[in-house]
């Protein structure tokens, strides 16, 4: 079973709506990522959390807001999407050296599959 | 920036036999190549990895070799049996940097 555990495993929501895609982890990492994976194809990276702190956005559109309110969890604010935003949202987390993030070992969720209506 | 190229993108094995996924990269200084196993419905799970001080490793009935100066890397699974079926990504990086970089993936079906 994973140790990242992530919430909810789906959500339908419309163009205007708001919400949340939550992640946690208590494996003691403190590197957290999000990733948006297509179907068939591999995760394409989103952001990076090192030490709580945003690292890491690969230009990804602002209707797309995370947050870190701890070291355990990890928050996907959604906005505004649209229906091309459909796909399944990962997350997961690993152990950074040297102050930064740590790509190795990574340690993905289930995922959250979001369909934008 | 990194490219990983990945094949075959499907693979069908009869049950028993081995299946081999090759990745190719291309930047010479990614020295941490991990392979995934996703399937249907779940996450991608690490399954092996290697890094560059090394050319082979074996866990049970899973292998993974690298070349560094071919910058090519191979996944070998002897003896497969049908919860062998998923799809695979190999993927490269730079150790203690923040990006992975992932094949397209493989799509390994056992037939039993």
């Known amino acids: 079973d994973t140790e990242v555990t992530q919430t909810p495993k789906h959500l339908v929501m419309g163009m205007t709506n708001k919400k949340s895609l939550k992640c946690e982890q208590h494996?003691?990492?403190?590197?957290m990522y999000w990733y948006k994976q297509k179907a068939k194809k591999p995760p394409e990276l989103m952001f990076v959390y090192s030490y709580e702190k945003l690292s890491i956005n690969e230009s990804v559109p602002s209707r797309f807001s995370p947050e870190c309110p701890n070291s355990s969890l990890l928050n996907l604010h959604l906005h505004a999407l649209q229906p091309e935003d459909s796909a399944l949202y990962l997350c997961?987390?690993?152990?950074?050296?040297?102050?930064?993030?740590?790509?190795?070992?990574?340690?993905f969720g289930e995922g959250s599959r979001l369909t934008v209506l | 920036g990194e490219n990983v190229e990945q094949h075959p993108s499907t693979l069908s094995v009869q049950e028993g036999d081995s299946a081999v996924i090759k990745c190719t990269y291309s930047d010479s200084a990614s020295n941490y190549f991990p392979w995934y196993k996703q399937e249907l419905g779940k996450g991608p799970q690490l399954i092996i990895d290697?890094?560059?001080?090394?050319g082979e490793k074996k866990d049970q009935r899973i292998a993974v070799t690298l070349n560094k100066t071919a910058k090519h890397f191979s996944l070998h699974i002897t003896e497969t049996q049908p919860e062998d079926s998923a799809v695979y990504f190999c993927?490269?990086?730079?150790?203690?940097?923040?990006?992975?970089?992932f094949g397209a993936g493989t799509t390994v079906t056992v037939r039993a």
């Open positions: 494996m003691g990492h403190r590197a």
């Open positions: 997961a987390s690993s152990q950074p050296g040297g102050g930064g993030p740590v790509a190795g070992e990574l340690f």
């Open positions: 993927a490269a990086s730079i150790w203690r940097g923040y990006k992975l970089s």
């Open positions: 290697i890094r560059s001080n090394v």
